[in-house]
Structures are given as C-alpha cells and as structure tokens.
C-alpha cells in the first residue's frame, strides 16, 4: 500500500479511538452516578451495600481509564507520534476482549497500525 492509504487508514484508527474515547468518559460518569443511585434502593444488608460500594468505584474507574487511553493514542496518532501507536496496539488488544464492538475496532487498528508502511510511517516522524 501506498503512504496516502495508510495515512488514511492511521487518520480514521486515531478518529475512532478518540471518538469511543469521549463516549466511555460519558460511559464511565453515566455508570458512577447509575450505581451510586442503585445503592439508595438496597435495603440494610450489609454484603449487597459492600459489593455496590466497590463496583460504583472500581467500574467507573477502569472505564475510565481505559477511554482515557484511548483517547489520548488516538490523539497521538493523529501527530503521528511513535508512542501513540505502540498504547493504540495494547489498547486495541486489550479492546478485542469487547465483543463484538471492541474486537472489531481492535482488529481494524492492529492490522491498521502492524502493516509494514504503517511502521514505516511512524519512523518518518
């Protein structure tokens, strides 16, 4: 493949990655407040309070984290900053265990961001 294609093919990868980047932000404040509205329902009990309490942290928090990544590689990508590719690749492999959504954005960006002119791209810059 030509430069041209694959720095079309890198510019839609970085789009994607910011853009489901925003959307788990909003995902991950959406699932902090749902579950810490869900903790005004449960009765006294004592394990069902516990397990709410641990959840609406630890969830919102890996959600989080995980879009905040993305985000910031598909920024990176979009300069076409070596590191960027390198957190793409990890995010995107970490993103194919998402089925189906994730792996289909995982598989695209690994075989976006692990052909030959792709590299070749990356060391230019």
Same mark, same amino acid.
């Given at each position: 493949?030509?430069?041209?294609?694959?720095?079309?093919?890198?510019?839609?990868?970085?789009?994607?990655?910011?853009?489901?980047?925003?959307?788990?932000?909003?995902?991950?404040?959406?699932?902090?407040?749902?579950?810490?509205?869900?903790?005004?329902?449960?009765?006294?009990?004592?394990?069902?309070?516990?397990?709410?309490?641990? +959840?609406?942290?630890?969830?919102?928090?890996?959600?989080?984290?995980?879009?905040?990544?993305? +985000?910031?590689?598909?920024?990176?990508?979009?300069?076409?900053?070596? #590191?960027?590719?390198?957190?793409?690749?990890?995010?995107?492999?970490?993103?194919?265990?998402?089925?189906?959504?994730?792996?289909?954005?995982?598989?695209?960006?690994? #075989?976006?961001?692990?052909?030959?002119?792709?590299?070749? +791209?990356?060391?230019?810059?």
């Amino acid at each position: 493949m030509e430069d041209s294609k694959m720095k079309k093919h890198v510019t839609v990868v970085g789009a994607i990655h910011i853009g489901v980047g925003i959307l788990g932000l909003i995902a991950a404040v959406a699932v902090f407040f749902a579950l810490n509205f869900a903790k005004g329902f449960v009765e006294n009990e004592e394990v069902p309070t516990m397990v709410l309490n641990i +959840l609406a942290i630890c969830l919102p928090l890996l959600i989080g984290f995980m879009s905040t990544l993305g +985000l910031v590689g598909g920024i990176g990508l979009l300069s076409y900053m070596s #590191w960027a590719r390198y957190l793409i690749i990890v995010v995107a492999a970490l993103g194919c265990l998402n089925i189906p959504i994730g792996t289909l954005k995982g598989v695209y960006s690994l #075989w976006v961001l692990l052909q030959d002119d792709t590299i070749k +791209l990356f060391e230019k810059k």
